[in-house]
């Protein structure tokens, strides 16, 4: 499952059968200050990227882009992150704790694979996948792969609490008080939906999205005997 995480801030979580394209780097990114006990020099920090030396399985060897200190550690004190945004072995707890630190702003985000899913600052949206591939999190409006479906909430935020402004902050990929530019927002032209006929919605697929014309074709063919097969919203 996935589940994006959005910084109000925004978290997505997506149901499994979504699988990140294999040519992507990958990234390891920590998830926790380690050591954590006592007065000892943290040799890694959370939310700083990590370069792996050695990987055994269940321990990995790791420099710290922070301290140039390596740390053996467990597996699961790391995660993997593709497409910059899309986070593995991460609990539904470590992502609110990444998007509440201080480098991350309104509009933070991070998709996590999860098998369930809450802080009030902190908004989950469960994405569901359809059986030809396509994702959503609302029914009327789907998308052919979670990269377009971040480009749609990056430009509008279409229903969720607030756009997609940038992805989680991590720390030695990042630049820590890096002006971001604020992504420049393009509004579709409204549709006016008493205007649009059958044919028309047939003939120009940019109206709607795939699922909502489906949802769309179903209604007007219960309603065939309307005048000139136009509907009211």
Known sequence: ??????AHILHWKFNTGYH???????LTVSLVDYPSFGNTELTMCIGERLHVTSDDGDFIMVRSTTTGHESYVPNYYTAKVTHRWLFTGISRY????LLMRPNNQTGAFL?????????DCVKHYRIYTLPNGWVYISPSLTFPSLHCMVEHYSELADGLCCRLMMPCFIQGLDVTGEARPI?????RPTIKWKDISRKRLESDHSLV???LRE????YLQMTEAGENNCWDT
Do not use: D, W
């Open 1 to 6: 499952k996935l589940t994006l995480v959005l």
């Open 20 to 26: 990140a394209v294999s040519n992507q780097e990958t």
């Open 94 to 97: 470590k992502a609110v704790e």
């Open 111 to 119: 998709i996590r694979e999860t098998n369930f899913s809450y802080q």
């Open 183 to 187: 992504p420049t927002t393009t509004r």
């Open 209 to 211: 999205s795939e699922g």
């Open 215 to 218: 949802a769309i074709y179903s």
